[in-house]
């Protein structure tokens, strides 16, 4: 009976034995874990000072956790605070106007993804369902603009801003983005083609013209797709510094980015106010990051469901 029963066991319990852990997931773990930690060791650095005096920090700049802890760093940055507060706490005593340039940042975002996703779902449509003369050769070069990086045309938006008078001005900010980008036009087409044409076919016998169609049966269908195109251009439009630096240097039109840039080189003393900065970072990340918790793994799909399909 013994016998009977260790032959019964011996198979489950070679299995068992035999299930060990190979040297090449153990190097993928590695590297993985490695990954991880490169890539959110800033993010901890940032808040690490945005919890630190700037004194305490600077006397020990080598700790990796907050030194000297305190929370009036966003306070300061929220304008709670006085200027003698904010010195005696070891910052500059500079003040960052954080309301007024979270609304201007929200202007130009909202502006952007309003008209990017509106005129790019008209392009990509007309591109996916329309017939007229030399549609893909149009449409080949213009996706070409895929491969043109965006500092080539830099000087030349700028130039045409300027002799519109555009400077200083949220449309000169919002211009060279507002109406479309390849990327937006060619993800649409890409879940536009996919549709069944049978549906456009039906609502035009019901008496649809073209803008029906595309208002009635395309969009409504297409809610992910198009929702995705305005997260990704929301999260580009928020984080851009290099040409609302370049046109929007006015106070009245300055986004978040610049202004932290601003903040960073107007401080009297030697060493930048590092604690203020990193605070006012973090708030200038929360926008971007409460969307991708609540909408990240939607966007994820949507981009290989349309990359697939």
């Keep these: 009976m013994t016998a009977n029963t260790s032959t019964l066991m011996t198979p489950s319990t070679t299995r068992r034995r035999g299930r060990k852990i190979s040297l090449g997931k153990i190097i993928a773990w590695v590297v993985v ?22 004194r305490e920090m600077l006397a020990a700049s080598e700790s990796l956790g907050p030194v000297g802890f305190t929370t009036v760093n966003f306070a300061r940055v929220l304008g709670q605070v006085d200027t003698a507060t904010a ?3 070891g910052g500059s005593g500079q ?8 609304r201007n940042s929200i202007i130009v975002s909202g502006l ?13 449509y007309a591109f996916a369902r329309l017939t007229f003369p030399l549609r893909d050769k149009i449409f080949f070069l213009y996706i070409c603009g895929l491969m043109i990086p965006g ?5 030349p938006n700028f130039i045409l801003i300027r002799q519109l008078h ?3 001005t949220f449309l000169g900010i919002i211009a060279p983005t507002f109406l479309m980008t390849p990327f937006a036009v060619f993800f649409l087409r890409q879940f536009f083609l996919g549709i069944n044409k049978e549906l456009e076919e039906a609502a035009k016998l019901d008496g649809c013209g073209i803008f029906g169609v595309f208002r009635r049966i395309i969009l409504p269908i297409s809610m992910p797709p198009v929702t995705t195109i305005g997260i990704l251009t929301f999260v580009g439009s928020w984080n851009a510094y290099l040409w609302p630096f370049l046109v929007g240097q006015n106070e009245n039109v300055r986004v978040l980015t610049t202004a932290l840039a601003v903040f960073r080189s107007q401080t009297p003393q030697g060493a930048p106010d590092w604690t203020g900065l990193m605070a006012a970072t973090i708030i200038s990340m929360l926008p971007t990051l409460i969307l991708f918790m609540v909408v990240g793994r939607r966007v994820v799909n949507n981009i290989q469901f349309t990359g697939f399909k």
């Excluded at 003040?95 to 979270?102: C, G, P, V």
């Excluded at 500092?151 to 000087?155: A, D, G, K, P, S």
């Design 87 to 89: 010195v005696a706490a």
């Design 33 to 54: 874990i490695a990954s991880l930690v490169i890539i959110l060791f800033p993010f901890w650095w940032i808040i690490r000072t945005a919890l630190s005096t700037q």
């Design 95 to 102: 003040k960052i106007d954080f309301l007024l340039y979270l």
């Design 166 to 168: 555009w400077e200083n």
């Design 112 to 124: 952007t993804v309003a008209g990017q996703v509106f005129f790019s779902a008209l392009a990509a």
């Design 151 to 155: 500092v080539v045309t830099l000087i």
